[in-house]
T-cell receptor, first 119, second 116 residues
Framework: AQTVTQSQPEMSVQEAETVTLSCTYD???????LFWYKQPPSRQMILVIR??????QNATENRFSVNFQKAAKSFSLKISDSQLGDTAMYFC????????????????FGQGTILTVHP | DGGITQSPKYLFRKEGQNVTLSCEQN?????MYWYRQDPGQGLRLIYY???????QKGDIAEGYSVSREKKESFPLTVTSAQKNPTAFYLC???????????????FGPGTRLTVL
């Protein structure tokens, strides 16, 4: 079974600064996907970024980037130029690679990190 | 606009009652999921369905039941057997038809269930 651990229950950052959220996971799988989801106060889950384990290059999406260390089973999220709208709970999640054309994929979530961006 | 709708947004239940949470999607997605969110525990999978008339238990299925009679709909019933049902419930869906989205789950806005 897979486990995902987010060791920082809460983080805070000043507007325009950079913050890094940590995530570690445990799996015996070699092919999988990792995700960061954002849940703002509205509670709507939004995909921020995803990483495919077979790709060595770290994923980036505008101000969001990851540091994927496969051997260390670490997957941190860096938010640059933080904005007030980044205030949310952030979840790290794991999904095994699926084969056979099925569209099902079980997500295993970490406990979440509450990020507050201060003006 | 395509998306996932959940209703109601807030639901109150007396102990011993069954309640049904609605989840509808017009994204033409094949798979649908129900997650439960508790403080400090992230999201946990209750049930999932890959196709119509088929569904599987997730990690915490006890006390819950589902049906998938239509592709668009995946209602969740919280039965009186669920010992601690107060939580936030999220429905999600995914598809394999678009390779770019093949591993992304799209979430609804959620239902907050409170047992009185």
């Amino acid at each position: 079974a897979q486990t995902v651990t987010q060791s920082q229950p809460e983080m805070s950052v000043q507007e325009a600064e950079t913050v890094t959220l940590s995530c570690t996971y445990d799996t015996s799988e070699s092919n999988y996907y990792l995700f960061w989801y954002k849940q703002p106060p509205s509670r709507q889950m939004i995909l921020v970024i995803r990483q495919e384990a077979y790709k060595q290059q770290n994923a980036t999406e505008n101000r969001f980037s990851v540091n994927f260390q496969k051997a260390a089973k670490s997957f941190s999220l860096k938010i640059s130029d933080s904005q007030l709208g980044d205030t949310a709970m952030y979840f790290c999640a794991f999904m095994k690679h699926r084969s056979g054309g099925t569209s099902y994929g079980k997500l295993t979530f970490g406990q979440g990190t509450i990020l507050t961006v201060h003006p | 606009d395509g998306g996932i709708t959940q209703s109601p947004k807030y639901l109150f239940r007396k102990e011993g009652q069954n309640v049904t949470l609605s989840c509808e999607q017009n994204l033409n997605h094949d798979a649908m999921y129900w997650y439960r969110q508790d403080p400090g525990q992230g999201l946990r999978l209750i049930y999932y369905s890959q196709i119509v008339n088929d569904f599987q238990k997730g990690d915490i299925a006890e006390g819950y039941s589902v049906s998938r009679e239509k592709k668009e709909s995946f209602p969740l019933t919280v039965t009186s057997a669920q010992k601690n049902p107060t939580a936030f419930y999220l429905c999600a869906s995914s598809t394999r038809r678009d390779r770019r989205l093949a591993y992304e789950q799209f979430f609804g806005p959620g239902t907050r269930l409170t047992v009185l």
